[in-house]
């Protein structure tokens, strides 16, 4: 038995600000679905409440930061040579909210 509903999904929706058809609901629906039966299959395996957490899927994960060097940049003329539309150091775009 699933553990989500319709209910379920359209609550999460509208809680991230986003409506759902009927037909993206159900979609989702299912893939909480697979999910959950994939939870299942998981949960089965011997000993896996003895598995320790992972907070990284690369328990190796060495970060290494390159020095602070400046550099010189790229001439502002030279970016805006590739801008269909520039005036003076600024792009200009067409408004898209009104």
Do not use: W
């Not at 999910?35 to 320790?52: A, F, S, T």
């Not at 400046?70 to 003329?77: D, L």
């Amino acid at each position: 038995m699933s553990r989500f509903t319709k209910e379920m999904v359209d609550d999460y929706a509208n809680k991230l600000l986003i409506g759902l058809t009927p037909e993206e609901n159900a979609m989702v629906l299912a893939e909480f679905e697979v999910i959950d039966r994939q939870c299942d299959v998981v949960n089965e395996y011997p000993g896996i409440e003895k598995v320790q957490p992972m907070t990284h899927c690369l328990d190796d994960l060495k970060v290494e930061l390159r020095a602070d060097v400046a550099e010189p940049s790229v001439p502002i003329e030279d970016l805006l040579a590739n801008c269909d539309e520039a005036t003076d150091r600024e792009v200009e775009l067409p408004k898209v909210v009104e």
